[in-house]
T-cell receptor
């Protein structure tokens, strides 16, 4: 069964530090790799996504790096802030062709940024 | 432009009762997905629907659970004869129509927190 392997499961970072979360996938029908951020009691919200005609996408303090040959992508949070404390999920499209939009999800990373 | 609307936000049911969870997708979105999440756990896929059609129900328990997305009105996730193990947060997400290779992911609702007592 298709999997997306996300690591680490939990992460503690000091304020101002860099948070790095990694994901590895198997095969996908098309190249689209999003990261979602979820705060307690809320639904996940799209944080940043990449279509790998580029190897990196940056939005403010958040960067996705993508390595197509290794089938890996990662989220970097620069200058991490306590407000970034949340659970982060990566996802990848299901492997089969067609118009099916089902995403395969990582298990999540709980990030805590200490003040 | 309202987002994905889920109601109720909180639902308490006694064991054996039925729970009905509603989801109105974003305007223009015709694909709906239901997920279940337990505290401190990830998102468990349940079912993927388009209007009047179930695309993938591989994550749905074989008994007591059903889902629909009628031509008119919201998508409904129905749980019959609820048990304590059904207590969880249930999230609905939607995505737009068009070529899958051109889409930009899901928009999630705020969830329904079901408590079975």
């Amino acid at each position: 069964q298709q999997q997306v392997k996300q690591s680490p499961q939990s992460l503690i970072v000091q304020k101002g530090g860099i948070s790095i979360i990694n994901c590895a996938y198997e095969n996908t029908a098309f190249d689209y790799f999003p990261w979602y951020q979820q705060f307690p009691g809320k639904g996940p919200a799209l944080l940043i996504a990449i279509r790998p005609d580029v190897s990196e996408k940056k939005e403010g303090r958040f960067t996705i790096s993508f390595n197509k040959s290794a089938k890996q992508f990662s989220l970097h949070i620069m200058d991490s802030q306590p407000g970034d404390s949340a659970t982060y999920f990566c996802a990848a499209p299901r492997p089969h062709a067609g118009n099916n939009r089902k995403l395969i999800w990582g298990l999540g990373t709980s990030l805590a940024v200490n003040p | 432009n309202a987002g994905v609307m889920q109601n109720p936000r909180h639902l308490v049911r006694r064991r054996g009762q039925e729970a009905r969870l509603r989801c109105s997708p974003m305007k223009g979105h015709s694909h709906v997905y239901w997920y279940r999440q337990l505290p401190e756990e990830g998102l468990k896929f349940m079912v993927y629907l388009q209007k009047e059609n179930i695309i993938d129900e591989s994550g749905m328990p074989k008994e007591r659970f059903s889902a629909e997305f009628p031509k008119e009105g919201p998508s409904i996730l129905r749980i019959q004869q609820v048990v304590r193990g059904d207590s969880a947060a249930y999230f609905c997400a939607s995505s737009p129509s068009g070529q899958a290779s051109n889409w930009y992911g899901y928009t999630f609702g705020s969830g329904t927190r079901l408590t079975v007592v």
